[in-house]
């Protein structure tokens, strides 16, 4: 009988993660290479994704990179094939790509993100993010469950998901004297919320198989902020603070692995405590 801590071991097994030259998707390709399993890191960000994977291969990983347009079905199709080739098979899925505007100061400082406000946020910018981020995640998960169905009808899906998905944002923390204001845009809630409901949909569909589709929901994740935002964000978690990069990497593991063989089509929320009040 195996202990509680060979539940998260991932050795022999596969993943790519959208994403993952990203913030958060690098402390995922990171975790799951840690705990055994190869990662592809896929990213739209070539030079990011090829840095990425070289640290990851240099500290002994099993890693490749793969340049991935989420949008595009030939390009999602590619990925999949390349994961088969490389490793032969496909285990652990995490949808992390996604369009989200920053308030850190490298967003702020590029003025041609809309500001945010309702009445008059553009079509084109709305459009382009529900493409991204619930058109992309349909497009790589039909591409990735695929090889799942095929090697036993295994695998587990994660949805990287927001609080905004769960609770309306709190524009007041948004605010700074002497700055125009800006606004978490309307499409940010919305396609998060709609991942919540691709992860139901997807986890009752597989009825019957040993695929699991469950949701991973971060809270606010340090990186740079200014200390006026910092302290608007931290005033509203019960913890008091924003998170560190690497405070959702337990999370991420645990429904990656079999410690959470028994969940499918659940969310799991790591906030500081920000959705609890």
């Known amino acids: 009988m195996s202990g509680i801590l060979d539940k998260f071991d991932l050795a022999g097994r596969v993943a790519i993660v959208t994403g993952g030259a990203g913030l958060l998707g690098k402390e995922f390709c990171r975790t799951l290479a840690e705990a055994g399993s190869a990662v592809v890191v896929a990213d739209l960000n070539e030079d990011a994704l090829i840095a990425q994977a070289q640290a990851l291969q240099k500290d002994g990983f099993r890693a490749i990179g793969i340049k991935t347009d989420v949008t595009n079905p030939s390009s999602v199709k590619r990925v999949a094939e ?23 100061p490298q967003a702020l400082a590029d003025r041609t ?8 946020y553009p079509l084109d910018a709305w459009n382009s993010a529900l493409t991204v981020n619930l058109t992309g995640m ?14 036993g009808k295994k695998g587990s899906i994660i949805n990287i998901c927001s609080t905004y998905g769960l609770n309306g944002p709190d524009q007041r923390i948004y605010r700074k004297e002497g700055r125009e204001q800006t606004f978490k845009p309307v499409y940010y809630s919305v396609t998060k919320a709609g991942v919540l409901g691709f992860t139901k949909y997807l986890a009752a569909y597989y009825l019957g198989t040993q695929i699991r589709v ?7 994740v340090y990186n740079q902020h200014d200390d ?13 603070r924003m998170a560190r990069k690497d405070e959702m990497n337990g999370g991420l593991l645990f429904l990656a692995s079999d410690a959470s063989s028994y969940m499918t089509g659940s969310n799991l929320v790591v906030d500081g405590g920000w959705t609890a009040w």
């Open 82 to 104: 390349l994961t088969l080739e490389a490793f032969g098979r496909l285990d652990i899925l995490v949808n992390s790509a996604a369009l989200d505007p920053k308030v850190d």
């Open 113 to 120: 993100t809309p500001l945010g406000s309702f009445e008059d």
């Open 138 to 151: 349909f497009l790589v998960t039909q591409a990735c469950v695929a090889p799942m169905l095929a090697q």
């Open 214 to 220: 469950n949701a991973l929901t971060p809270g606010g």
């Open 228 to 240: 006026t935002f910092v302290a608007n964000y931290a005033a509203k978690t019960i913890l008091g």
